[in-house]
């Protein structure tokens, strides 16, 4: 008489959605052999950070990248907030990114600058003791031009024929590259097909017409 015990009663739901059930205790109570307490509860779905992805994961020069967060369910009322990281300087992101209410995902803007050597950059998103990752490749961006020849021989020309030569200019580099001038020196060779300055983006090529047209023998 007067000792007490304490049971624990647990509701671990496997779906969403409302329960009900029944505890029921039975003894030799002089008030009833058996108490019957009704169980309810509802069963719901809590949003936690389930990935983070971005548009690109290589990225040449400076540029902008499409971020994205998302969540196992619905953002609640009030919205989601996740807490975003990069480990390089070269790569800002917003402190936070908030999902809306009802929602499961939101974006975000990665600013990306030059780097004159290839590196690594990992985007963090964090929330809720859940840390999920995104890495992006940052790509040297250098200028590079290449000439298809090294020396150009005419060789005998007769005088006051005019004979020409093509040089090819590519962009070989990460970057574009700016051709300022082209000039020659030398009696008899002059230049032409194409404006200065001209920029070529990697990859593009330009021709130019390198003539000798001699004005005496020798």
């Given at each position: 008489?007067?000792?007490?015990?304490?049971l624990?009663?647990?509701?671990?739901?496997?779906?969403?959605?409302?329960?009900?059930?029944q505890?029921?205790i039975?003894?030799?109570?002089?008030?009833g052999?058996?108490?019957?307490?009704?169980?309810?509860?509802?069963?719901?779905?809590?949003?936690?950070?389930?990935?983070l992805?971005?548009?690109?994961?290589?990225i040449?020069?400076?540029?902008?990248?499409?971020c994205?967060?998302?969540?196992?369910?619905?953002?609640?009322?009030g919205?989601?907030?996740?807490?975003?990281?990069?480990?390089?300087?070269?790569?800002?992101?917003?402190?936070?990114?908030t999902?809306?209410?009802s929602?499961?995902?939101a974006?975000?803007?990665?600013?990306?600058?030059?780097v004159?050597?290839?590196?690594?950059?990992?985007?963090?998103?964090?929330?809720?003791?859940?840390?999920?990752?995104?890495?992006?490749?940052?790509?040297?961006?250098?200028p590079?031009?290449?000439?298809?020849?090294?020396?150009i021989?005419f060789?005998?020309?007769?005088?006051?024929?005019?004979?020409?030569q093509?040089?090819?200019?590519?962009s070989?580099?990460?970057?574009?590259?700016?051709?300022?001038?082209?000039?020659?020196?030398?009696?008899?060779?002059?230049?032409?097909g194409?404006s200065?300055?001209?920029t070529?983006?990697?990859?593009?090529?330009?021709?130019?017409?390198v003539?000798?047209?001699?004005?005496?023998?020798?």
């Amino acid at each position: 008489p007067g000792q007490t015990t304490t049971l624990s009663v647990q509701f671990d739901p496997a779906s969403a959605g409302p329960a009900t059930g029944q505890l029921s205790i039975s003894s030799n109570s002089a008030s009833g052999s058996t108490a019957t307490l009704p169980l309810s509860g509802t069963g719901t779905i809590v949003a936690a950070l389930s990935g983070l992805t971005c548009g690109t994961s290589s990225i040449t020069g400076s540029g902008t990248d499409a971020c994205t967060v998302t969540l196992t369910a619905a953002a609640p009322t009030g919205g989601f907030t996740v807490g975003l990281t990069s480990n390089n300087a070269s790569v800002t992101v917003p402190t936070t990114v908030t999902i809306p209410a009802s929602a499961t995902s939101a974006g975000f803007t990665a600013t990306v600058a030059s780097v004159t050597t290839t590196q690594a950059d990992t985007l963090t998103a964090s929330a809720g003791g859940v840390s999920k990752t995104f890495g992006i490749q940052l790509n040297a961006y250098t200028p590079m031009l290449s000439i298809n020849t090294a020396s150009i021989a005419f060789g005998n020309v007769a005088v006051n024929t005019a004979t020409n030569q093509s040089v090819v200019l590519s962009s070989t580099g990460t970057a574009p590259v700016t051709v300022n001038s082209a000039t020659v020196a030398g009696a008899g060779f002059s230049v032409s097909g194409a404006s200065f300055p001209l920029t070529l983006a990697p990859g593009q090529t330009t021709t130019l017409s390198v003539q000798f047209d001699p004005a005496s023998a020798g």
